[in-house]
């Protein structure tokens, strides 16, 4: 991968970090709970919502960190299956993704015709 492009993930993977931290911050209010049983309910429902939204963020946050700090290892962007070049646009959009497209495409197709 070109040095330029490394240093182009880096800033928007750090970019992408900034604002999931934000988003994350934002996320731990206070929902009440109390009420009648028609508020228990949907209080419990928003905090159970909330819940799968922290997990999935907190996710897309380990993810994010690892590739930052994987950007400067040489074998960063390489498929592990092919081991050709996955695509700068991939790695823009899936910070940490160790597939290609086109390996990725074919393990789904394999799933498939194996059920």
Do not use: W
């Not at 070109?2 to 934000?22: F, G, P």
């Amino acid at each position: 991968m070109k040095i330029i492009e490394v240093n182009k993930l880096k800033s928007l993977y750090i970019e992408k970090r900034q604002e999931l931290l934000k988003i994350i911050e934002k996320s731990q209010f206070e929902i009440d709970v109390d009420g009648d049983e028609v508020d228990q309910i949907q209080g419990k429902t928003i905090l159970n919502v909330q819940e799968q939204i922290s997990k999935l963020n907190c996710k897309k946050l380990k993810s994010l960190e690892m590739a930052i700090k994987n950007l400067e290892k040489d074998d960063y962007g390489i498929c592990e299956e092919c081991e050709e070049e996955i695509g700068f646009k991939r790695l823009a959009a899936l910070p940490g993704v160790t597939i290609c497209i086109s390996c990725a495409e074919k393990i789904e197709r394999d799933a498939k015709n194996k059920h």
